[in-house]
């Protein structure tokens, strides 16, 4: 059920009179409006995405250098015990 701030003031009027229904749906506007700012807050912007992905991105790329410079040093290392105990 979608209410606006008309339509509350509209059934409010008549169980608790027009002032009072006005104040009534002005402060639940106001809390709720309150409330999902403060919730809002915690979102993450497409900004905040765009920055974890670059990052995502480089750590990839660390990765994959971090994994190729092991295998090489574990050939070479390899290669020099397979010379030293061939002779």
Do not use: C, Y
């Amino acid at each position: 059920m979608n209410l606006t701030s008309f339509q509350l003031i509209k059934i409010l009027r008549e169980k608790i009179g027009e002032e009072q229904a006005e104040s009534l749906a002005s402060f639940v506007e106001t809390k709720v409006k309150e409330e999902i700012d403060s919730k809002k807050e915690g979102f993450a912007t497409k900004e905040d995405i765009a920055k974890l992905e670059t990052k995502i991105e480089l750590s990839k790329i660390a990765i994959i250098l971090w994994f190729i410079a092991t295998m090489l040093t574990l050939i070479s290392l390899s290669t020099g015990l397979i010379i030293h105990f061939a002779k």
